[in-house]
Every structure is written in C-alpha cells, then in structure tokens.
C-alpha cells in the first residue's frame, strides 16, 4: 500500500543540567525519520532564548553538525514532516516559533485538527492573521489567547477544550517543556528517561537510540510541563473511552515500537496469524508485498505452515525517477519499484499478503505482474479491514471516491485486483491482535463512524442505531457487541 | 565605503487586462537587484487569489521560466532583501502573505519603522503573536485591525498615523493594488507607465527595464489604489516638509534612476564639482575608489581641470571567498578586492574621490595600498559630509561608537586614515548638488537630528535651539538659514 | 556485515531499429543501483558518433529526463560504481570514452585486474600516459594497440591473453556493441531478450526491469558481437574449470537474480538450512542481521524448526550523517543503524544470523547491544565460511590484518565478537548450497588459494600440497575430494 | 562588445621551503577570474605526488577553506577556463594530470593550438588514445613521448618545434615547475617574485595580489625551469619577430596590467586620444559603451574636450536570467544589461565609443535604444580597427561568415548599426598606441594575415605581395611601411 499520509514525529526533551539537548534531538529525529521526510526542525533554548533551525529536506540535509553545535540548550523540541502537495511550503515548516506577550513560544505538532477552519475563522473574526497554513499556527493564537486570561495550566485546558481532532504536541514557552496528548489519544506519545533528564517522542524507538528507557506512554488528556529536568504531570481531561489510531499499528510506526503498551512488531504477527486463521487457503507459499508486508506473511507462515518465501523483490534505492510517457508507463512505475523472483512463484499457488488495500490499483498491477512470471494463483490476504471512509486524523489514506472497498464488497475488490481469492481480516481480528479494547481504538476508517465530530460523518460520540451502519461492518460490530454505536464518548474536564 | 546597508527594493505592477504580471515583476526586481541581494519574492492575484514564491537568494536563483510561467495573474507585487545578519532567515522573507477577516493579504515594504518594538509589544498586549522579526509583519497586524473597524482607506490613514519612521510600502488586498509613501517621503516611490498598464517602484530603472514611461514620484504621504489596471490617488497625510533619504542619491539608488525629480547621475556629478571648489589640491591626477567613487570623481576632474585617471582596479568577479588567517589577513582581503595601477600611481600626488568614510579602516586600507605602490601625496576627498550619527531610517550603516566622524573632528580622521589632506562636502554643498530644499532632507546621519522622534536622539519635529547642535553641524546650518532646527514638522490627517 | 567492496554494475543494449537506448539504459542501472552509489554514466551512439554522460551520485541524481531525451542511440553502454576513497574521482568514472586511430571507443568495465600495475608500466615504457588510475584506462590502451595489428576478434583474443583477473566489460567500438566475460567468468554476466533488441547486464534483474527475457549466461571466455540487434558469438577462450565468484551469491548480487544459472534467494535460502544442519542449537528464536542475514534466517528456522522472529531493526531512513565525538561513539553509530526489539529477545536464546564476518567488530556491537537489552545466550551463525584471505578480484573486503579469521580460529573469534557459542558455514556446504562444483567456484577468501597468479598468493593453476594449506581447510578440501589443488586451471586460446 | 571567447588564465609557483602553494594559486586565479569563469584547477606536488582539484565553475565555488588547506605543497599550478559550448565538460578542465614513465605531469595551457588536429592524428596512428577533446592532452603525449628520448631540456624544446599556434603553458614535472611561453609570445606570460618564492602567471595582476613584485614578461620561445625556488631560464628558440596578440590590450586583459611592458590602462586611454584624432567630430558629450568602452571614452574626452558623460548604465548583477519569448524579446534582452540614463542624452549629440564591433547586432540595439531615449545624432567610435577575419589563437571571436566588417566597409557598417558617423581606430593608431612595433604584434583579425600557417588562410611567415591583401588594408599597411608581408617570420631553435 502507498498511503499518501499527512504524517509528523515529534520529540522533546529536557535536561538537569546543561546538556546538548540539539544533538539529542537530532539523534531522536532520525529515528522518527520514517514519520515524516519532508522537512525537519529543531528549537532549543539556551537559558536565554529559543532558537529554531528547521528547512526542507530529510534529517542529515537539514541539520550539520556545525549546526548542531551552535544550537546550544539543555531543553527543546523537534519535528519531522510529511505532507501532501501543497502544504510543502517552508512556512508550514515546524517548530512554529513565536513571539507573544506570554513570551516566545514554539511548538511542534502531531495529528490533524478537524475544527482548524471554523477556529481560524472565529481567530480571523477577532482581527488575526496566518501567516501559514497550518493547524499548528491555529493552535498558537489560541495558546497565547488564552494565556491572556488564564495561568499555564488552565490555559492548557482551554486550549484543550477548543481542539477537536488528533493531536501530540511539544511546547516550549520560554524554558518550560510542555507535552499534551489529546484526550482521545488517537496519535502515539510516550515518555523515557535518559541520562541526566527526560524525552518525549512521537514512538518509543527514539527513547531507544538515545540508550534510554521508555518509562510509559503519555496518557490521553494527561498533560507534562518539565522544568530543570524534573516534571508534573496533570490530567487535565479524562474520556471515558480512547481512539488510538489503529493504522498506526497497521501501517505508519516502526514495528520497534511500543505504543500504548503493544510492540507493533507483535502486533503484526498476530495479526498475520489471525489472519491466517480466518482466511484459510491451501496455497504452495506465503509471500508479502515487501516491505510492508513482510511481518505479516511470517506471521500468516507460522499459524498455516504454507512455506514463507519472498516472491516479490523491492529495489532498495529506489528514489526520485521518472517515467517516459508511453503505453507501458504504469507497469514501468510498478517493475521500477518491484521485481517478481520468477523462479519462486511460477506455476505455484501464492498467499499474497499486503498490510491495506486502498484504491486497488497497485495490488493489481502486482498480481498483474506475478501472473506474467507463470504464479498459478494468487490468494491475495489483507493486514487490515476494508478501507470504507477517510481518515480525518492524521493519515492521509484518499478520497472516498478513490477508497475501492468504498463503493465494492469484497467480491468486487477481488475483481478489481484480479485475485483468485481475497480475504480481509475482520474488525474483531483486528481488534483482538493489537489487545487494546475496541472501545479504545479510532476504526474512523474502517466503520465510517469517527469519535469526534466531522461534519457529514457519523460519530461515536452521539448514539447511533446499529442499522446505520454499512451491513459488513453492523455485522462486525453486533459479534463484538460494542458499546460505541449506543453510548457515546464522554470528555470530561477534570479541573474546571 | 562599504555600507553595511538594510535596505531594500519593492514594484507593483496592475494590468488592465489579463497579462503575465509575474514577468512584469521580475524583470523590475532584476533592476532593483542593487536594492538588496539576499531574498527575492514575488506575489500575484491570478483572479481568485493570491500566490507567493519567495526564497533567498538573488533574483534569477529564486524563479526560473516555469516558476515565473506558473504564477498566472494580471497584478502583483514584488520584493528584494538584504539584511544584517540574524535577519537573515527565510521567515524575514517577503511579500509577506496573510490571511485575515478582510480578505487575503501580501506587504512588501522598504524603509525602517523606529516604533515597530513599541507597536509590538501594544499588539502583543492584544494578544496577537509575531512569527517573524520584520516590520512587515508589525505593518500587517495594524492593517488587518484598523480593517475590522474602517474602510480600506480610512484604514490605511490609521495605519499611516501609527506608523513612525520610513516606508514605502505595496500591498495586496486580494486584487486591489496599494501603494503607500511615508508623509515624509524618507524611501523613494515612483509611478510609471507600461503597456496596459502600470508600475510602481523603489527607483526608475525599474520602469525604464520595462520600457515603460515614469509619470512622476509618488508623493509623501500619498495613497494609490489600482483596480483593473486604473487607479486613484488619495493625498491622506500632508506634512509641510519632507525628509528624502540623502543617501539615496550618495551611495544606494542606481545613477541612472530619478529620484524625487533629480537624476542621481547628475547629483553625482555636481556634488563631484562642488568637492573640488570647496576643497581645491594641487596634484597629478585625480582618482576614485571604484566603483563608488568614479562618477564623483569625474566631476571633480571637470570642475578642476585636473586630469582623471584610474589609480585603483576593482576585481570585477569578487565573490564569496574566504582568507586564511594570518599577519597580513586584513591587507590580503583589500587587494583581493583592490589592485592599484602602480604606474597611473608611483610618483604623483592624487586627489583620491570617495562617496563616503563610515569607520575610516577601509579608507586607511587604501591609502596604505597606495603609499605602498609609491604615491607621493592622497588628498582624499568624500562625497558626503561627516557622517556622526546612526541611520535609523533604513541604511544600517553603523552605530555611532564605530562612526569614526562621531569622534573626531576631520583633522583627526585625515590622522587615522593617513591622508595627506582630508575634505569633506559640506552640508551645504551636499544640499545644493542635491537641487532639494534642505528642509525637504533627511540629514540624520550628518546632523544628528532626524525628521522623526527616535528615543535619545534629537528630532527636527520639535524646537531645538541652534547650542544644541555640534558645533561644526551648527556652522553649516546657521549658514542655511534653516528653518529646521527651531520649526516642528507637522503632519497633517487630511481625511479625517 | 559490512563489506568495503569496490564493485560495479555494467549493462549494455542493441536495438534492431532506432530506438531509445538511453532509456532502457537508465532503467537497467536503476535495477543494479546495489551494485555501485557512487557514480553512473552511459555512453550511446547516435549513428554518427559516441555521447556520454557520466557523474558522481546515484543514477537518479546523475541524469535527468531531458538527458535521456537528448542521449538519442539505438546501441549503448552504462556503467554504475563504487569505489574505497581515494579512487572516488569525476576522472574515474565510466564508461571511459577515448578516441583513437581505430575510432571511438567507450568501455565500461566490472571486476579487477591483478596485474593492471604491469600493464600500466609496460605501456608507459612505450612513451603511453594515464589520466586516470582505473583499469579501464590500461585495457582501452591495449585494445587500441591490439586493434592497430588485429581485426576486432583478433585484437579482443589477445587483449583477454593479456589481462589477469576478473572483468566483466561492454565495450563499444563506434557502433558495435562488444561483450566479453573474463575465461574464469569471475563476475557474472548474462543476456536478455528485450522487444527489438538485446541487453546484457550484471545480473538478470536489469533484464526482469524491461519486461525482457533472461537467455542464459554470458559463457566464461564467451565474446558477443552486436550489431544492428543481432549478435555474433565467439569461445574465443576456453578455460577447464571455471571461477565463479561466491560472495556474488553471499553478500553482493540481488536475491532475485539468477547468476550462472542459479537463483541467488535459493542459494541463501539452502545456505541458511544447511546451517542449521551443520550447526544446530538449542534456542527461542533465529533473528537475522538485518538486512543481509534476513534469508539465511528464514532458510535457519524453517530446517530447525526453531520460531523465527526478528530481534534486531533496521533504521530505514539511515544516510550521511555525523556523530559526536565521545565515549559511547561508536555505541551511538550502530544504535543509529539497528535497534533491538527488546521485547522479542529479552530473557531468550537467540540464534543470530549473519552473512559473515569481516572484522569482527560490528559483530560485536551487536551483540553486546543485544545483552544490554537482556538476551539471555547469543548463538551467532554465520552464511559464509571464515574469511581468511583478502579478495584481489573485485570485492575489497579487508586487508589480510584486518580479517579475524585470518588469525584467530573459530572459538577466537567467538570470545572476540562475545558469542555463546559461534558457527560458521562450512566451505563444502557452502558449494553444496550454491549448486556448482567446487572447482568452478572462486574461494580465494576462504583458501588463501587463488584461481589466477597474485603476488605472495598461493594459486590453483599450479601443483599445491595438501600439507600448503591451512589446517582447517586442509580438512574441508580433503572432504571435497577436489582436484584444484593438484591439477592446474588450463587457459587454452582457442582461436590462434 | 560580446566576444565569445575561448581563453584561459594560467598561474604556477615554486617555494623555497615548505609553503603553502595551494593558497598561493588560489589567490592568483582569484585575480585572473576575468581570463575564464567555466572551470578552475589546481594541481600541487607534496614533496612525494601531485594532487590535482579542479570542477566545473568559479574558483571561490570550486575550493574552499578545506581544499586549499589539505592540498599541501610547495610548488603548483592553476588554471581558469572559459569555453565555447561543447567543451563545456568536466573532462576538459585543467590542469591534466598524467602518470607516464618520466613521472607524473601536470599541464596546463592558455592558448590554442592551429596543428592539434593533425597531432592528435599522428599521435593515434602511433596507437595512442585521447580521454579529452583538448589541446593540452596532445601537448601531453607529445611531451611525454620526447621524454622517452631526450632529457627534460632538448624535449622541451622538440615539443616547442611540433607545437604550432599559440601557448603559454606551466607545466609540472613531479616537482618541477616549467614555464614555456611559444616563440611568438602571442599569449602573455610574467614573471613575478613573492615572499619566499616566485610566481608565474598570465597577467601581472596576478603577482600585484599576492603583494608580490613583476620581474618581466617570459620571453617568446623562452623557457623556465623552477625547483626549490629558484630557476634557470633557456631560450631555447628565438624567433625574429613576435605576435603578440592586440586583442589581450583592446579586450581581453585586465587594465592594471602590465603586458609585454606595457600597462593596458595606459593602451587604452591612449588608443581614445588616437581615436578622438583620427575621427574627430563636433558632439555634445563623449559616452561609452560600459564597462568595456569607458577607459577609451575618457581618452577621447581628454584629447577633444568634448565632455565625458555616461549615457547608458550597465546593471551590475546581471546574471544568469530567461528571457520569454515574444515580439521585443532581443530588445529585452539589451535592456536587462543596459539601460540608457535619459536625461544625458536626449536631444544631444553624442560620441558613443565601444572597444570593438563584431556581429554588429549589439552596437545596432544599443544605439536604436539611445535613438528611442530622444539622442539627437549617435557618432561611433571603436577602440580597435575592423576585424574581418576569425581568430584562430585563443579569442573565439566568430565565424567569418558572422564577422560584419568581413562582408562591409565602413559605410554598410554604419548603415548595419544605424550610426550617424562611425570611425573605427586605424592599424597604425592601434599599433603606436599598443607602443609595440607592428611587426611584433598578431593582427590577424584586422588584415587576415597571420603569424603562423592556418590551412586556407594567408601567413606573415611566406612572402606576400602587398596585391594579395583586401584594399583598405593594404593602405594601412603601406603607410606602416611594415616588412611584414614581404619578410617570413623566422623561427631558429637555437640548441639543436
């Protein structure tokens, strides 16, 4: 699957005592470069004043280490960016710094606010400007707006109450390190020790480059303010249920990460087991579409006994390229990036695992292709339910037009992709393989009912009548016996 | 001299009809490339909004043909930077494009407001936060809130009442094209006309590249608004006297621009004929520090009837280059910039023409240069007066601590530069060349009295008496006659 | 492991009718980018004469849409390198492209001559210069100087008479296409039919890339002429027993290839179960390397039956980038690289696979990583044979003092890199694995005996001793019952 | 004037004791940037090897700070390259560096060889190849090859005797440092002595930065050979006359300086009084065509007394820029570059002084620019007499076929550029003004004889009769009385 996400990693830290915290942000960043390789940033302050360093391009492009060096501070944030066209502007560069009568302020932000148009119109009403276009610029105006009125906590959970959406966020008001995780939790956020004073990351694979130890996820609604390398933590909010985004298991984080309490890389093993489980097939080999497949077809391997053998090759330096217009060009695109091991897969009967199926078009051309190099059939097997709605929160799947399970039951998409059989894991498989209660998990995009508000959306947050939803996905949710669709979520403001 | 200058360059252009703007734009900003080499930034209304691309570097390294062939639209304005160094970064960069309640905006100014810390801090008490360091955005906050209450014209004589000090400013309002001369007219402005349609620039080489026709400067204090490719002129603001940069015609603006009605050229030339009947020599010849000194130079040859001749070669591809550290660091980097013609030189006495001495170790530099080739005397002569003062109205070139002028009288700075002789236009000689009132001047930098009240600094705007003045400052100025020193400016609303 | 390897990709094509060679070119470099990041070039001809575009950086850095356009040719030659410092200079790459009496000829060139410092004399003592320190350049001068005496063939048959060592070369003399594989066939080459025309490259993925048709292998000593889309064969050179190169299947090719005429995955994966037979262990999981041991690992469990499981991830995004100098340096460089799975290998016995092992010293790290994160037994097995002996022929291992093999036995090496227990692969499983008879193998670096005459080396071409070998491989060769160390290799020209 | 040239700069040093070389050389090439701005080399010896950096573009673009001070050394070479397009390639940059039997060897070359086509020939029947398209990879071969025979001495001069054109080479011999300049001295060469050591270099400015002190010119046919800072100088052929090239005076050379014993200042500014005299007309103020016309302007301004104003102004930055493409696209084109300052010259009558007219497109634009600017009449004056026929020397002029006064007299010429009058400079003007006899200068382009033998073209060194040469040519040449076209030019090699 290629997901055009619209993804960030961020990370803080902060230190006893004088420290480098650049270089340890720059080290944190490179292990979140796989959140986002867009552009890079880091903002530190010197016991003076921040300073934010941050541009285009991959981390080692962006940063030297004679920038490093200067970069002097014993706390600081940085961020990691992917975006869609558009967006990719230096000014939608993150840590957004600025300066305020609070003070100078960065931030640096995961997620996607779903109200960030109504709040730049009410922030626009009252005389503001944007200089960008993004949430993070949003998130700003009402932070020092707040901080007008209120001390720093409660300016915190005004400026929570006004969020709706996704978000992990990193704040530096002058020297004071503030992390905040949406009340849902829906984007990842951990806390870890390291020698001489504390990090916060988007993954828990930072705290390990760092040679630190994760101590536990930051909770949804909790929130951290460091100071001198010690911290308090508040939980300003409390939802009764969670939305932690499910894709992030399936698909964005490192399988070396623990998120939420779950190893992604176990995750996806049980996942390729279940897998395995509901969708039996006889089959000569178990191969995955690399790399992302690769967890989940061992996984699907160990729980068959089908041989697991690699039938598809990734180039592995596949960059920028072009392609020459011409008849051919789509298959070109494909075999650029895939070669098929002709001697693996001809004549026999494949399990072909993927992690998602989004519009379809490349499993096609992949079975396309492995049908050319003589594979007798092709059993395609799906890491994750069909894709039926966006995403709003973060992960920038496509449109609904473009979502093939959308608009076809599975029957249809197997047609579409050209499979002798497809088979999806079920929400309930899912569920079960990441441990994590479905009443605390985001499936927006999978049931087409989302936990905040969107408008034209169905919302968990409201009660909803089991008939209105799609009959695959009332099916699921009636053998779960799920409390989502009649009760709704519940934030609930702890301190005022 | 080597003015460490913050200045900058700004057009607009307005099409009656639909028509590539952008080339417009950059063929103008390629004219007033002089007016700043750091950042370049075009922004055009393509009929439904506004697209800005803007980037460090000069000119042609910030666009190419397709980036210019994209940026559809039939107005537009545009913008080149330079800045010392801390502003250099690319927040600084502009047109600065924002979004507000009244619509989408892009500024570019020149000039330097002297309140612009006060007006920042008064919005910030608002709670408004600032992403950058620039005026611009400072200008920007002002008119988006005097446009929550008033009138696109009212709004802009509000904002032309806060604002204190230089700017030249051209702003987009989703289509409308707004030009604005401070009511001091401190930064130049023209208007031009081109092929369907009209210019606004800093100078008029900028219209003269367009193969345009300069209609006139626009006045202090005027407000022009294009619409279609027409416009209309408001005469908000009416100050008795004006305040036009003399430096302008010294050392920035382009010799073949026309500046408040004077060609600089000819300024040039007749300040280099006044030099020579206020300080005559005997000598061989007469020489300029290229290539800011040679059209001085020339009239001062003309005037005296002494033979003019290149003594010092300027290495015409002088780029970014490094020196090794070492005993002759210093030397080494004057003659990689500077060569002498040692046989136009060994022997002979030389008047030596410079525009300007800021610190006098450059001057030095080459006197040494030359002593070292053999000249027998330099009689140095400097276009401009002394400078004692710092600029605070947009030509950075020094604080007062560095001006050598400042503390030494000229007997002291020929000593330190080690001049045979040293002369200085005077004041007077400085406003006559000039052909403008010298109550219509800004002479900041040679009185130390600015047209503006900037805090511990003494202002033309309120009654000084002539003891207040340094004594050589206040020869020249009973000599004029002045009614500056005991007559306040006034600037007058005349809307409102 | 990570070998230093000095290796190159070569690929050439012939087209029928005019056709865009340039490419098909690009398309087949981007499929042997594994084989050199370090420069690429293309040499075609264009009917009337040869045009060449070579560089440093990765295919997709070097050329650019508008280069393949302009690089019009219906025959052509391309070349991708990587090279040890020193040797990475603009001069060196290729293809070199010379002009001379018998026209204008480009060469691109893989593998490494043994005696290029002979030549390199002989042909200066002619009165000959070197503008370059490649190989190519002494094979141009000879072929030239063959070409003044010879016809083609004739000149090709005395060139291959005169080089020692292994080469793998596309060379194009004006419009003929000429292809030549060493008489020991070191390095692989193969040919492909694609639509019009013919490719030959490196490895059979640049043929799978252009939708072609693997033919079958270019034979050792085999000459192929093209023109016009046809080719002409000739054995210009038969050698008894041939040397193929086992660390092409090890460590360097693609999984996906075949190279003479086995499936590099295949081999992996039956390295991996023989492994296991040969060194079986009581553990938890087997865990691979990552990426180079992942088959061998999966080949490891399926044999042992032992869960397979990955302990160690690798850092997808890893590029250039910069540590700090300090005392945890060189921790901090492999955790930037590889992160344990703490979860996955915490309290375990672990069976780790590598391909091999070079100097020990990454080993180590690894391991001593992986205790930190609380493995309970290391069981390190390893895909290769020790590596006694450094490589002359085209893989730039390590020198002799570097390889920890060369002076330590097994149980040495196992307390170096801090093992619990260690096992290699053994040399007559590994030719077991590969599926072609030891005596068409190179194993140099796992003899100490050599398939050409090098310097200080021993050689197979003549008579050895058993009792000349090492004790340990005087065991394994008496096992293989091999007839290379008692009966020369016989080079015999076949043509004159 | 453009002239497209195709010229380089050269520089070499030679130390005492251990110095820097490296920063030496970089400093001289800095001051020779005008000679060429495509490539820029260095090559050193360290007491033990050469090292060579060259690339592509300026030389503050090619070495920085970390070049300079790893490339230790205490002798060296530089070179700056400018070239017409095609031989625009990393391959052609200089120094060429070469392994042979005599050692290794450095080259690099100003000037251009008329016999390269016919060397490399015979060097490629001999066997030999060529990586590059340039002159100096034949001086190489040739070189080498003499070396093979003869001692370093007496295959110098064998290479001088092969050698037929022009060339100023420095060349390294290991660490040898050898200076040859070609019998006829047609492109300059100094000598010059710096702190330490001495310097070698195509113009004298390049010893003015290094604060170092002119010796003399190299003499045409002499050589010099340096080693630990100290030289033995061979006049190894002496030629009756020499042909130094007028252009390097008119064009090419910087003013300051010192060629062949002449100050190109003093050439210029002598060749405006000459002009002024032999075209004498009534006009309002004398304006030069910047920067190349303006030394020429004030000597015809001083002699006439008719007034020095600046009519056009010249943008400083001009750069690399696009033009669209459009109806008034050359037009421009000239106005992007100059721009004319109205107020000078409208309604008058003008002396408009240029150093040369090639094409004739550009003086037609410029003066239909001043026509439209209101100037009243337009009087071109030209530094230097009708060039009719190509160079084929070093200054890549233009074809004859472009060459406007190859195919026009005076009168179609100023037709051609709309001239009102037009007065080019006489042969006898330009040959007194130089202050070199005639007969010891190449004016090839102004009479279509030259100094050596070019296939189809008439040369000095056979008799010609005063007949064979185009009309107003011969008058000129009848007036200077000159033997040149009755006498050959000899050339003795004075050793052998």
């Known amino acids: 699957m290629t997901l055009l996400h619209e993804e960030c990693g961020v990370v803080g830290v902060s230190f006893k005592e004088e420290s480098q915290a650049a270089l340890t942000l720059y080290y944190a960043l490179y292990a979140l470069q796989h959140r986002g390789q867009e552009s890079a940033g880091i903002t530190v302050h010197d016991g003076m004043q921040l300073w934010t360093l941050k541009d285009m391009g991959m981390v080692p492009d962006v940063f030297n280490r004679r920038d490093i060096q200067r970069l002097k501070g014993h706390t600081g944030i940085g961020h990691v960016r992917y975006s869609t066209t558009g967006g990719s502007k230096i000014e939608n560069c993150q840590p957004l710094h600025v300066s305020s009568k609070s003070g100078t302020i960065a931030i640096a932000h995961n997620g996607n606010l779903v109200n960030s148009k109504e709040l730049r119109c009410e922030l626009?009403?009252?005389?503001?400007?944007?200089?960008?276009?993004?949430?993070?610029?949003?998130?700003?105006?009402?932070?020092?707006?707040?901080?007008?009125?209120?001390?720093?906590?409660?300016?915190?959970?005004?400026?929570?109450?006004?969020?709706?959406?996704?978000?992990?966020?990193?704040?530096?008001?002058?020297?004071?390190l503030i992390v905040i995780r949406d009340p849902l939790g829906i984007k990842p956020m951990c806390l870890g020790?390291?020698?001489?004073?504390?990090?916060?990351?988007?993954?828990?694979?930072?705290?390990?480059?760092?040679?630190?130890?994760?101590?536990?996820?930051?909770?949804?609604?909790?929130?951290l303010?460091?100071?001198?390398?010690?911290?308090?933590?508040?939980?300003?909010?409390?939802?009764?249920?969670?939305?932690?985004?499910?894709?992030?298991?399936?698909?964005?984080?490192?399988?070396?990460?623990?998120?939420?309490?779950e190893l992604v890389y176990n995750v996806r093993m049980r996942i390729g087991?279940?897998?395995?489980?509901?969708?039996?097939?006889?089959?000569?080999i178990v191969s995955p579409v690399p790399d992302s497949g690769i967890t989940y077809a061992i996984g699907f391997s160990k729980k068959s006994g089908i041989d697991y053998m690699e039938g598809l090759m990734k180039n592995r330096y596949i960059g920028r390229t072009f392609i020459m217009p011409g008849q051919d060009m789509r298959e070109t695109a494909v075999r650029l990036k895939l070669n098929t091991i002709k001697p693996n897969i001809e004549g026999k009967s494949i399990v072909l695992v993927d992690d998602s199926i989004v519009r379809g078009t490349t499993s096609r051309r992949i079975i396309d292709l492995m049908r050319k190099s003589g594979t007798k059939e092709v059993h395609m097997r799906v890491a994750s339910p069909p894709i039926i709605s966006p995403c709003y929160l973060g992960i920038d799947m496509a449109t609904r037009e473009e979502l093939v399970a959308a608009h076809k039951a599975v029957k249809g998409v197997e047609a579409v992709i050209n499979a002798d059989s497809l088979g999806y894991l079920s929400i309930e498989g899912l569920v079960r393989s990441i441990g994590i209660p479905?009443?605390?998990?985001?499936?927006?995009?999978?049931t087409g009912v989302y936990p905040v508000e969107i408008p034209g959306e169905r919302c968990a947050k409201r009660q909803l009548k089991l008939?209105?939803?799609?009959?695959?996905?009332?099916?699921?949710?009636?053998?779960?016996?799920?409390?989502?669709?009649?009760?709704?979520?519940?934030i609930e403001n702890l301190k005022r």
Request: glycine fraction near 6%.
């Open 124 to 176: 626009e009403r009252e005389g503001r400007i944007f200089l960008s276009e993004s949430d993070t610029e949003v998130i700003a105006h009402l932070l020092v707006k707040e901080l007008m009125h209120y001390d720093l906590e409660d300016a915190i959970q005004e400026l929570i109450r006004r969020l709706i959406g996704s978000y992990s966020l990193v704040v530096l008001v002058d020297d004071k």
């Open 193 to 223: 020790r390291i020698e001489n004073g504390f990090v916060v990351a988007s993954e828990s694979v930072a705290i390990d480059i760092l040679n630190g130890e994760l101590i536990r996820d930051i909770a949804p609604g909790e929130v």
């Open 225 to 261: 303010i460091f100071s001198n390398g010690t911290y308090e933590s508040r939980q300003l909010v409390k939802s009764k249920n969670y939305a932690h985004c499910v894709f992030e298991y399936i698909y964005f984080a490192r399988p070396d990460s623990i998120i939420d309490g």
């Open 273 to 284: 087991q279940t897998l395995s489980e509901e969708h039996p097939v006889k089959a000569d």
């Open 438 to 446: 479905y009443d605390d998990l985001c499936v927006g995009c999978l």
């Open 467 to 490: 008939s209105e939803f799609d009959e695959p996905v009332k099916k699921e949710l009636r053998s779960l016996g799920s409390s989502k669709f009649n009760e709704p979520i519940k």
